[in-house]
């Protein structure tokens, strides 16, 4: 069965740091939305109420999910 997947183990950051700078960074906050989305997609296909997808279409979501978690590393990265 699908799992959420845990960005902030990934991270190695807690959600409450994860969110005291998301507060203080809008974009950084707008790419843990686009994050949550395109996990949210990969889990709809993983489940299969995304239509049935084929191997080549949930490659795709999870490049895509990949892109944004490496937007959220290089932000996150950057001097507060």
């Given amino acids: 069965m699908p799992v959420k997947h845990d960005l902030f183990a990934d991270l190695e950051l807690t959600r409450e740091e994860i969110f005291e700078r998301s507060s203080a960074d809008a974009t950084l906050s707008l790419l843990l939305k686009e994050y949550d989305s395109a996990d949210d997609e990969v889990l709809n296909a993983e489940k299969g109420t995304a ?4 191997d080549d279409a949930l490659k795709k979501l999870k490049e895509k999910r990949l892109l944004v978690k490496d937007r959220i590393v290089q932000r996150l990265s950057r001097p507060q």
């Fill in 51 to 54: 239509g049935g997808i084929g």
